[in-house]
């Protein structure tokens, strides 16, 4: 059985202030990049709401203009999947 990790709660917040500021990239990404569990991320930032908030105040944003802005995000990814999605139907026909 392996032993259990501990990791201290600098590490933990500093985990939550990146899980907050990924711009693109899914928590999973985080998650992997800092060798923890997706879900441990998730309970961190609970435990941590400050640093959440904190970095919404250094952004400068409040929580309407956030949601706008990952509106726009969502839509962009959005776009760039469908391109993706027909670029490989379009390879595909080319192989034999």
Request: aromatic share 8%; charged share 40%.
């Amino acid at each position: 059985m392996p032993k259990r990790r501990r990791y201290t709660e600098e590490f933990k917040r500093e985990a939550v202030r990146l899980l907050a500021t990924r711009g693109t990239g899914t928590a999973k990404d985080v998650a992997e990049s800092l060798g923890v569990a997706e879900n441990m991320l998730y309970a961190w930032r609970r435990q941590y709401e400050d640093v959440t908030a904190q970095v919404r105040e250094e952004r400068g944003e409040s929580p309407e203009e956030e949601l706008k802005r990952l509106r726009r995000e969502n839509a962009q990814l959005k776009r760039e999947k469908e391109i993706l999605a027909k670029a490989c139907a379009f390879f595909a026909k080319e192989t034999p």
